[in-house]
């Protein structure tokens, strides 16, 4: 992911009776609380699922919506509209799925095949101005697309029947599985989109349909709270105990905190100070991500740090464990490897693939100096070197900027670095027009396996803003990409992983734990390493 946006949700409001139709109770559902309080960092913009990629969206569609596959509590695919989870033919290129028939959106309607293939495609057509095309590479003709080369019409996805989907590949995907669970791969009911219009699709509750746990109800589009109310169609209704979920945007750590006090949230995510303050509160719950917070570089031609002794410095004199414990404090942790820990185990080996791709995060000034007078030379800069520091306006990365401003300028000669915090839009357009020299970052990663972080680097891709270029580095993806040999996969992996330290191609500061603020009662919620919470199994002892 990703995506500009922090996400996260808040609720008021009184609970309303459960249909009788929303079919078997639970245990849960008798005596106990069954409104779900959440909140969300910025305001939802749209639910269209093919033209977006911001975390509020993602976390409301995970939580209203099914794919073939959703994530179980172990983090791995189960399946959801799929009825069991398919194993490839044709050397790996080919997936046969059966979509399960009692499955219904939230009008009514069935789920069928070509709800699939129509979304998917939708996601790939230009004119729905998508920004999400690149995490479709690999599947038919999808590069192709997104070089304009092909029409979007020729993805590799076909209805071959009323609820039988075919999906070809270009090359064997082993993390497709996986894949298939992030949220642009939801279907979408095609009669209903061309009814309400296609820019209109997910604008609002009334021009969104779901076909998961819950509906959403009570979003105008603009306003700031919104309910999930329970989908009496859903097909999977016993694992159901909840009867709404309700969303606030919360922009604020120290509100979170206090509205979690007055037990106006069942679940608030808190950062910054607020976190820093509330480690050892007993409701406190530690969430690790597959999220690493990194420096772009920017390697344009005629950049200074286009040489890579001088970006080699630059992550060598950072003191990540100062950073992580007394700038952030909040269980962050410092980032030895690009990909998060928890994110992968490396079957061919049994190791985490983080750790053992991980290097010293000992911050080193003696040899980031000789690196950096070295760099200075090979790249013929005299005078004072001045590099730009970008990121967001929020305090915590405000905090970050100053901390790096200051390892920087105490530790190497002749260099002088200069912070700009701006809102996200104004962010997104100094890092695409290459007006900085280093830029705060993050990655969420969409699923698990380390080619998710790893593709975002590569020379073509869209999300790569600071033009990390390496040729060594593209092709030990590309032959990671091609295989369908286990053994091939993973070491190429490790190998690109390793070139991408080497040549500094982005520099990791820490591991992004999140800190909840959790009522004990509330159980059941699915915290996934890689990917959104899932809330839809939730329940109140």
């Known amino acids: 992911m990703k995506k500009g946006v922090l996400g996260i949700a808040i609720t008021l409001g009184v609970t309303l009776p459960l249909l009788a139709s929303c079919g078997q109770s639970t245990p849960a559902d008798k005596g106990a609380k069954t409104t779900l309080n959440l909140m969300q960092t910025s305001a939802l913009t749209s639910l269209d699922s093919t033209n977006q990629a911001t975390l509020p969206e993602f976390n409301t569609l995970v939580n209203t919506s099914e794919g073939l596959y959703r994530l179980n509590a172990k983090d791995q695919p189960e399946p959801a509209m799929a009825t069991k989870i398919v194993k490839p033919t044709k050397n790996g290129t080919e997936y046969v799925f059966h979509i399960r028939k009692n499955a219904k959106w939230s009008n009514g309607e069935p789920v069928l095949a070509r709800d699939f293939e129509y979304a998917w495609k939708r996601a790939m057509n230009p004119a729905n101005k998508p920004v999400y095309t690149y995490i479709f590479s690999g599947i038919k003709n999808a590069d192709a697309i997104n070089k304009e080369t092909k029409s979007y019409q020729s993805l590799g996805i076909d209805a071959t029947g009323k ?24 279907p979408q009911n095609e009669s209903f989109v061309k009814k309400v219009g296609p820019q209109k ?102 950049q200074p740090l286009a040489n890579a002794k001088l970006r080699q410095a630059l992550s060598l004199v950072i003191n990540r464990k100062q950073l992580t414990e007394n700038v952030l ?38 040899k980031a100096q000789q690196l950096w007078a070295a ?37 190497l000669d002749h260099v002088q670095v200069s912070i700009r ?18 830029s705060q970052w993050y990655w969420l990663a969409d699923f698990a396996d380390p080619v998710n972080y790893l593709g975002v680097v590569q020379s073509q891709n869209s999300m790569n803003s600071g033009r990390f270029n390496d040729k060594q580095f593209d092709q030990l993806l590309e032959k990671a990409n091609q295989t369908n040999d286990q053994n091939v996969y993973w070491q190429s992996l490790r190998q690109a992983q390793r070139r991408l330290q080497n040549q500094a191609g982005l520099i990791p500061l820490y591991y992004v734990r999140e800190t909840h603020l959790v009522h ?21 002892n």
């Open 163 to 186: 609820r039988t989907l075919k999906i070809t590949l270009d090359h064997p995907m082993p993390y497709f599985n996986k894949l298939v669970t992030v949220p642009v791969f939801l």
């Open 201 to 302: 699709y997910g604008t609002n509750a009334k021009n969104t349909l779901s076909n998961g746990p819950f509906k959403v109800t009570g979003w105008t589009g603009t306003n700031d709270s919104y309910t999930l109310a329970r989908n009496q169609y859903y097909w999977n209704q016993k694992s159901i105990h909840l009867k709404q979920i309700k969303y606030t945007t919360v922009k604020d750590s120290n509100t979170a905190h206090n509205l979690f006090s007055d037990n106006k949230l069942d679940d608030a995510t808190i950062s910054g100070v607020t976190a820093k303050s509330l480690q050892k509160d007993q409701n406190v719950k530690h969430v690790d991500k597959a999220w690493t917070y990194y420096l772009q570089v920017n390697q344009r031609s005629g």
């Open 329 to 366: 404090a909040d269980g962050s942790q410092p980032a030895s490897s690009f990909t998060s820990p928890g994110t992968a185990t490396d079957p061919t080996t049994g190791k985490d693939f983080s750790k053992e791709t991980s290097f010293s995060t000992a911050a080193n000034v003696k």
């Open 375 to 411: 760099g200075l030379k090979e790249a013929k800069l005299t005078g004072t070197v001045k590099l730009s520091l970008v990121g967001d306006d929020q305090d915590v990365t405000k905090n970050v900027a100053q901390f790096v401003q200051k390892q920087i300028e105490q530790n």
């Open 421 to 438: 915090n701006v809102p996200d839009k104004g962010l997104q357009n100094l890092k695409n027009t290459g007006k900085f020299s280093l």
């Open 520 to 540: 004990s009662n509330l159980k059941g919620v699915q915290y996934h390493v890689a990917g959104e919470a899932d809330y839809t199994r939730a329940h109140f």
